[in-house]
């Protein structure tokens, strides 16, 4: 009799466990690929590369102030070095490369229906750029917003390959880029 007690007692305990299981996964966000095309600006100017974005999940709202207390306290390099200690939360790869993890992301519905979605990551630096120990390795960040629109024809964005920011006149958060930004568009969302 004891021994049927024990085994109905696990029985309940796995269907507690597996229940719980189940509910947590259906509480984490699916994971997100969002597709797009980005065409060169200015220098760039012509240019056209395949970029794909995937979402594991997004960042908290700790996350985010985390990353905003190492750069208030040591500004970029702060901001970079609080970055690359963040677990990856997706990934971006463009045309002809692997793709590196994306340890930012966070998503922002707007009142008119769109949401932004920002993501900020260390950027690979190639073995030449720091051999050679140029100015680039100072723009140690890839940013990027994208504006997904309830009109899938208007969603755009914007992708900053190498960049940092830094406070400008008033305190007011400013982005310098080392290279010209890539346009955003023909975005694709799928889960």
Do not use: C, H
């Not at 996350?63 to 905003?68: E, G, H, P, V, W």
């Not at 692997?98 to 920002?118: A, H, K, M, S």
């Amino acid at each position: 009799m004891q021994n049927i007690k024990n085994i109905f007692a696990a029985l309940v305990i796995a269907v507690a466990v597996l229940l719980t299981i189940s509910t947590a996964n259906a509480q984490k966000q699916k994971r997100q690929q969002i597709d797009a095309v980005a065409m060169g600006t200015s220098t760039q100017m012509g240019r056209v590369i395949s970029v794909k974005l995937i979402i594991n999940e997004y960042s908290t709202a700790e996350d985010r102030s985390a990353l905003l207390q190492a750069f208030k306290e040591r500004g970029s390099e702060g901001l970079t070095n609080a970055v690359s200690k963040m677990n990856s939360k997706g990934r971006i790869s463009v045309t002809g490369t692997l793709g590196y993890d994306v340890n930012f992301i966070r998503n922002y519905p707007q009142p008119d229906g769109t949401t932004r979605i920002r993501f900020v990551t260390d950027r690979p630096i190639t073995f030449g750029e720091a051999w050679s120990g140029t100015r680039s390795m100072d723009y140690s960040l890839s940013m990027g917003e994208i504006i997904l629109s309830p009109d899938k024809k208007k969603s755009t964005g914007m992708i900053y390959p190498l960049s940092m920011l830094k406070l400008e006149k008033g305190n007011e958060l400013g982005l310098e880029t080392y290279q010209n930004p890539w346009k955003l568009v023909n975005i694709r969302i799928s889960n």
